[in-house]
């Protein structure tokens, strides 16, 4: 079966430092991989795409970036981090149209 | 552009009720009709889906009713429990696009007991 996971599960980070958040899927081969974020009581924004290894398509542009080194890794950064940043954010992954979500990373930018 | 179109964005019922959550979209080339349910601190999982071939679909207490010709789709919980209360959100994509799916904005279900 498949699994998908994200980590950490929660962050609390400054203004202006980095952010590395990791999700990974296993059980399944070229999934399609996506970001999400979810502000609080709101809904799901779409960040980031991806269809295979190093092909990235960005739905907003921000202050984030995307990464997929490997087929089953996906990983959201940035280089300084905002106070609109704070969120909750959402890996998912699809093999066809059903997609399936991790359990989330909560991110607080003080 | 808001691709799906959710409502209402909140929706109080009493246990045992029914409570029904509406979404319409534009784009006649979706074919693929997903529910997710999402309770608080966690991720949205998938509850049930339809597709445009068939008008109905009945997973236990929760029904997808599926409107073609309107470009409308609903969600149906029959006596609703406190345990449904979380937040609901409909989706659509069409095969062509591999999964990128298009939410509603989601609707808050709180079932008082």
């Known amino acids: 079966s498949q699994t998908i996971h994200q980590w950490p599960a929660t962050l609390v980070q400054p203004v202006g430092s980095p952010l590395s958040l990791e999700c990974t899927v296993e059980?399944?081969?070229?999934?399609?991989l996506y970001w999400y974020r979810q502000a609080a009581g709101r809904g799901l924004q779409l960040l980031f795409y991806?269809?295979?290894?190093?092909?990235i398509s960005s739905e907003v542009p921000q202050n984030l970036s995307a990464s997929r080194p490997q087929d089953r890794q996906f990983i959201l950064s940035s280089k300084k981090l905002l106070l609109s940043d704070s969120g909750f954010y959402l890996c998912?992954?699809?093999?066809?149209?059903?997609?399936?979500f991790g359990p989330g990373t909560r991110l607080l930018v003080l | 552009q808001q691709q799906v179109k959710q409502s209402p964005q909140s929706l109080i019922v009493q246990k045992g009720g029914i409570s029904i959550i509406n979404c319409a979209y534009e784009?006649?080339?979706?074919?693929?009709f997903p529910w997710y349910q999402q309770f608080p601190g966690k991720g949205p999982a998938l509850l049930i889906a339809?597709?445009?071939?068939?008008s109905e679909k009945k997973e236990g207490r929760f029904t997808i009713s599926f409107n073609k010709s309107a470009k409308q789709f609903s969600l149906h919980i029959m006596d609703s429990q406190p345990g449904d209360s979380a937040t609901y959100f409909c989706?659509?994509?069409?095969?062509?696009?591999?999964?990128?799916?298009?939410f509603g904005r989601g609707t808050q279900l709180t079932v008082w007991p």
């Open positions: 998912a992954w699809s093999v066809l149209q059903t997609q399936y």
């Open positions: 059980g399944t081969s070229n999934p399609n």
């Open positions: 991806s269809v295979g290894i190093g092909q």
């Open positions: 784009n006649t080339a979706f074919d693929y």
């Open positions: 339809i597709r445009p071939d068939v």
């Open positions: 989706a659509a994509n069409r095969g062509s696009t591999l999964g990128r799916l298009y």
